[in-house]
C-alpha cells in the first residue's frame, strides 16, 4: 500500500508526463530548486521522488506520451 506522499509524488509524475511529454523532468527540477531555495526540505524530497519516478519512466516513454496527446 503507498503511503499518501508516494501517491501525490505518482500523481504528480504522471500529469508532467501528461502535460509536458520529455520536458517533465525540467520541470519538476525547477519545483525542487525552488524548494530548495525556500528551505521547504519536505517538499523538495517529494521533488526529488518525482524525478525518480519520472527517470524509471525513461526519455523513450515520456516522448510517446507526449506524442499521444
Same mark, same amino acid.
Given at each position: 500500500m503507498l503511503d499518501d506522499d &508516494?501517491?501525490?509524488a505518482r500523481q504528480e509524475a504522471h500529469w508532467l508526463?501528461? &502535460?509536458f511529454g520529455a520536458e517533465?523532468?525540467?520541470y519538476a527540477a525547477m519545483k525542487a530548486e525552488k524548494a530548495i531555495e525556500q528551505k521547504d526540505f519536505g517538499r523538495c524530497a517529494r521533488w526529488k521522488r518525482v524525478l525518480e519516478i519520472l527517470a524509471?519512466?525513461?526519455p523513450?516513454?515520456?516522448n510517446r506520451s507526449a506524442a499521444a496527446k
Open positions: &508516494e501517491r501525490r508526463v501528461k &502535460e517533465a523532468p525540467l524509471d519512466i525513461g523513450a516513454n515520456l
